[in-house]
Structures are given as structure tokens and as C-alpha cells.
């Protein structure tokens, strides 16, 4: 079997889907995309695509490093992208020949049904609570909402109230009948960073995710040492020689690569053992679309330390197009008491509707992160 053709579909929301072709009429489905840097993602998938194009699909460990380290310059969160998308479609190519899931391929299953939670709130913590009793009354018991709007490096005490406000109204209406994680989202700086997570301590957020940024993970384990809140962080690291300095410092409770953006199935199955050997539990980050949520899945259920998976139906930056709309096995993919059982299909276990994709492919729209600035007119972190 040999490679013969790389495709991309630029789709609403703000996804990129992959299709990878072969001789014998075998194909695979990748989710290479970074948000809001979907074209340049794009031309490097055809860029390392190039270079595949005539070899056989299934020696896909082969390709990863050659993908990996046949360029002088690498890593980071485009080329890893590309490298995900890529790989994630190999591993879709050996499942469908082999007539098997992805996660038979990796050593078969450690657990029956995964759990996933749901996104609330949006990006200025809003309707929290309506939006809660919507999904319990659908058997979810876990969340995620952002921890706080704009926050300055030194910020003042009605920021930090308005943050817990959100949370205290949570626990009062529902007590401990959910769980909940606050996601900083790399907006709070470190002196921020210690009182915020000593005032919501009391709260007990299930965890903090990126309670400052990536690039100041030599924080993490100050801040760890200064609360019992779990503190997560992982989407914005691209491979495991990224994650080795992590979890050689610590600090780090729950870790959360992205298996559209940290090197695919291959980069991301090992990653999770890196974990494992540092006792830090797996949750792969994942507001993406159905491709990149097969990719998680079938990692999570090899992964014996994955504890949560998040998922992007009903995100608030699904405009024009929910989680499931390029997806024709719809059912596989139900959600019962908050999880989410094994894809039993082969390959990714995702069977995309390639009709709806070229279709919505026609217009998509280049998505954007919104760009917040600061009372004072300097830049904000989103
Ligand atoms: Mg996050």
C-alpha cells in the first residue's frame, strides 16, 4: 500500500480536517489544526506531506521520526500540529486495514467507559449555573469554566471577587453533586496566580488548568507547594522532550496534551506513560472536532492514568457547526452518565461525511482568537 494524496478542508467552527489517500483505496482522517492558525498549519501538513507521498502508510513510527527529525527546525505548535494531524490519520489507514481500533492496535482496553465533561460559561464566566442544571439533567457531574475574565499582573481585590462570585454561586446552588475545574487560561501572571488560588481553595475545584502560562512552568511547583487545588497544564506543550522538563520539576497534577497539537497518537501514547512514571494523571485537551476526540479517545482507553476528557459539544466557540455534524456513526459517540464508551469502529472510529466537509469546506471561515486588551489600553492574555 502507498500513500498517493494529502487533502485539507477548512471547516466552521474553526477546525482543518485531513484526508490521506493510498493506491488501494484505503483512507484516513486527521484534525490538524492550531486554533486560529488553521492556514499556517495547513501549509505545513502539505509541506511534510510531501515527503510521504509514494511510502507505505503503515510504518508509521518510521514517519513520525522522519517527519520529526529529517528537519533541522522543529517541534513547537505548528509543525507538532501538522505532525498530529498526519499521524492521526496513519494510525486511522493501519486500524482500517487491519480491521481493528486504534486502541487494539496500542494493547487493548484498561477501562469500559471514559468520562468526559462539558464546557459552561464562555469566555466571560456567564449563565454558569442555568447551563449546569441543563447537563446534569443529561447525567453530566463534571465541568470546566474559565477561572476569571482579564486579569492584570497585579490585580485588584474586586477581580478576585468577581472571579469567586462565580464560583461560590456554583457550590451554593449545587454543593458537591458536581465537580468542577477552573481554567486560568494563561490570563493570570504569577503574583496573581497564589492569592487566586488560595481564595478559591475553599471551593475545591477539581483543578486549576494553566494557572500561569506554559512558558513560566518553572512556577509550577511554588504554586503547587502554596495549594491543594490540583494544578493542570499541557495544551500548550508540543512533545515529550517539552513535557520531560514538567514533569522532571513537578508541580504538575493532571497533564493535558493535545492529540491535535502535541505529535498525534504516537507522541501523546508516550507522553502518557512519561505520566504514568510520575504518577500524574492524563486528560487530553480536546475543544476540537470529532477526529481529534476519536484521537483522544482511543488513547484514553489504553492510557491507564487518563481520568477526564474534555470535549467540544456545545462549546461556545461552535459557530456554524457542532461536534458532531461532519460525523455519520453519530451513535457511537453518545454520551450516558457522563462517559463515553470505547469507538468500536476501525481505525480512529470515526466515519466522516465527506459530502458535508467538502460542502462546508466551501466557506469556512478563518477563526481568530478574540484579542482582549486591558482597562489601561495595554494587551491581555485571552
Ligand atoms: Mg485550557
Redesign the pocket.
Known amino acids: 500500500m502507498r500513500i498517493t494524496r494529502l487533502s485539507t478542508f477548512r471547516v466552521a467552527p474553526r477546525w482543518m480536517f485531513l484526508k490521506v489517500e493510498t493506491d488501494e483505496g484505503l483512507t484516513g482522517w486527521g484534525e490538524p489544526v492550531l486554533e486560529g492558525r488553521a492556514l499556517t498549519v495547513e501549509a505545513a501538513v502539505h509541506e511534510l506531506g510531501q515527503t510521504l507521498i509514494g511510502r507505505d502508510p503503515m510504518r508509521i513510527n518510521d514517519h513520525w521520526q522522519s517527519m520529526y527529525r529529517h528537519h533541522f527546525y522543529r517541534g513547537g505548535a505548528v509543525l507538532m500540529s501538522a505532525i498530529a494531524g498526519i499521524d492521526q490519520a496513519l494510525w486511522d489507514i493501519k486500524g482500517k486495514a487491519l480491521g481493528v481500533p486504534v486502541h487494539e492496535l496500542l494493547g487493548g482496553r484498561v477501562r469500559d467507559r471514559m468520562k468526559v465533561y462539558s464546557w459552561v460559561g464562555g469566555d466571560r464566566p456567564a449563565d454558569v449555573v442555568e447551563q449546569i442544571r441543563r447537563l446534569v439533567e443529561g447525567g453530566f457531574d463534571t465541568f470546566k469554566l474559565n477561572g476569571c475574565e482579564e486579569m492584570a499582573m497585579v490585580d485588584s481585590v474586586r477581580a478576585v471577587d468577581r472571579a469567586l462570585a462565580v464560583v461560590d454561586e456554583v457550590r451554593r446552588v449545587f454543593g458537591t453533586r458536581i465537580d468542577f475545574g477552573l ?1 486560568f ?1 494563561g490570563r493570570v501572571a504569577l503574583p496573581m496566580a497564589r492569592p487566586l488560588l488560595r481564595a478559591l481553595e475553599p471551593y475545591r475545584p477539581l483543578f486549576v ?2 494557572p500561569v502560562l506554559a512558558e513560566q512552568a518553572e512556577h509550577y511547583p511554588a504554586l503547587a507547594a502554596a495549594t491543594a487545588i490540583p494544578l493542570a497544564a499541557g ?1 500548550r506543550m508540543y512533545s515529550r522532550f517539552e513535557f520531560k522538563h514538567v514533569f522532571q520539576r513537578g508541580g504538575i497534577a493532571i497533564v493535558q496534551p493535545d492529540l491535535s497539537h502535541a505529535g498525534g497518537i504516537t507522541e501523546c501514547h508516550k507522553i502518557a506513560a512519561m505520566a504514568e512514571a510520575h504518577d500524574v494523571a492524563l486528560a487530553p ?1 480536546c475543544p476540537l472536532g470529532p477526529v481529534a476526540l476519536a484521537a483522544c479517545l482511543q488513547l484514553d482507553f489504553v492510557a491507564w492514568n487518563a481520568v477526564l476528557q474534555e470535549q467540544s459539544m456545545g462549546i461556545h466557540y461552535n459557530e456554524g457547526a457542532e461536534l458532531l455534524d461532519y460525523v455519520s456513526n453519530r451513535d457511537d459517540f453518545r454520551i450516558e452518565q457522563g462517559c463515553i464508551a470505547a469507538l468500536p469502529g476501525p481505525g480512529l472510529g470515526v466515519v466522516i461525511d465527506e459530502d458535508r466537509v467538502r460542502e462546508a469546506a466551501a466557506r469556512a471561515p478563518d477563526w481568530h482568537n478574540p484579542m482582549w486588551r486591558h482597562a489601561d489600553g495595554s494587551v491581555a492574555e485571552w
Open positions: 481554567d487560561h488548568e494553566e495544551e485537551h
